[in-house]
């Protein structure tokens, strides 16, 4: 019982060494949250109703399409969604380089300037 208590107590010294922003606490109770509500109304859903491989894939194809836009939306600002995440305020030149194009093709793309 002692090498338990032990245990725990190292545990606890070792995740209190952490620290973490509470804005990524809140970002990630979102997701987690959104997620849940997703994999609610799906259960739902399949309770409710036949479920088939069709209504799957429009479901599928929606989510996607969502994920496009969203990241369309952060790339627009100058950031994506792994930038964001991983919390780079300056991103490695690569990855820099193959956003700037990215974004200067997707405002060309949804802009017409002339």
């Known amino acids: 019982m002692e090498s338990l208590q032990f245990l725990i107590d190292k545990f606890l010294q070792f995740a209190n060494s952490f620290s973490v922003a509470?804005?990524?606490?809140?970002?990630?109770?979102?997701?987690?949250?959104?997620?849940?509500?997703?994999?609610?109304?799906?259960?739902?859903?399949?309770?409710?109703?036949?479920?088939?491989m069709k209504g799957g894939l429009i479901g599928l194809f929606f989510g996607v399409l969502l994920t496009l836009i969203i990241e369309g939306f952060l790339l627009i600002n100058g950031s994506t969604a792994i930038t964001a995440l991983?919390?780079?305020?300056?991103?490695?030149?690569?990855?820099?380089?193959?956003?700037?194009?990215?974004k200067a093709n997707l405002i060309k793309t949804i802009i017409c300037t002339p």
Do not use: C, E, M
């Not at 991983?86 to 990215?102: E, Q, V």
């Open 86 to 102: 991983l919390g780079w305020k300056n991103a490695p030149k690569p990855i820099k380089t193959a956003l700037d194009i990215g």
């Open 22 to 52: 509470p804005t990524y606490i809140k970002a990630g109770a979102i997701i987690v949250l959104l997620f849940l509500l997703v994999i609610s109304l799906a259960q739902f859903r399949h309770h409710f109703v036949k479920w088939s």
